[in-house]
């Protein structure tokens, strides 16, 4: 609480305040990060939030609570509705200050492809972390192995189990589909007489859809028979889940690589400087390059 107040107040004392308004102010201001996953915010929230506070103590009110309840309550309905879901309000949904309005719909396709999907929360955060090893901008990557670890909730789920840092790199470690045999997994699934079930983590049968889902994921066009196992293995109804789930994240990779600007927030690097191997495996390159070595 300390270090957060004192971050802030240089800039409640700038604006002409005494040490006892200074202290209700950063009070406030603790109360209104506290309640927004304060570690997980980015700057532009946290600057919002402090001046907020600033313009209703310029107006005469000292009430720390109700300091906070004002600045929170000026923040978006969308905003306010992302964090909800995920504990903080990832930089991904601040990236379009000219055109507002687009970020609402990447949130509705965001909700009905992911967050509100009826696949595993788990399931899903894994998937996403998986498939993100192939993408160049390691925004994906860094924001959705916090997720699954416990910095914020995984698929928006506040009740889903968080995953341990071994766990994590586990799934960085696993081999991509250009670096194993396929042959066995096709036969494997192509073979079962009636559907599975959504996987749990770490089966075999998540290793396999995970493989399948990566081909179709990167190259679309050249994977029909790892579609046509999927669909022998999920039933014609969960295989739609999981494509509109494989477009959403092609989507959120397509976004940061045309937003550049996209900053990883403070949680996810504190992530990174707590965790030096998970750090390597996060921000090194991209593992495109075994698909594309390979022919596909």
Known sequence: MVGVMSSVVPLFKGRGFDDEATQILGNAYDIACRSLHRKGQPPVVQEFLAKKIIEAAQHGER?????????????????????????????????????????????????????????????????????????????????????????????????????TIEQALNLLKMPSPWQRPLEPIYERLGALNSTIDWPDPESDAEDEIFAMSALMFVEPTKSERALEVLRQALGAKRLEYLLAFLAFIRTAHYWTMVHPELEIEHDARELLVLNEELASLLLQGSDLGAATTSGL
């Open 63 to 163: 009430d720390p609570d109700r300091l906070a309840g004002i600045a929170l309550g000026m923040l978006s309905p969308l905003h306010r509705e992302v964090s909800q879901r995920f504990g903080l309000i990832p930089n991904f949904f601040l990236s379009t200050p000219d055109a507002p309005e687009m970020i609402e719909k990447l949130w509705d396709f965001a909700k009905s492809a992911y967050l509100d999907s009826p696949m595993p929360a788990l399931f899903k955060e894994r998937l996403f972390v998986f498939l993100s090893r192939f993408c160049q901008v390691r925004y994906c990557i860094v924001r959705h192995c916090g997720f699954l670890v416990g910095y914020g909730h995984a698929s928006g789920d506040v009740l889903a189990a968080r995953q």
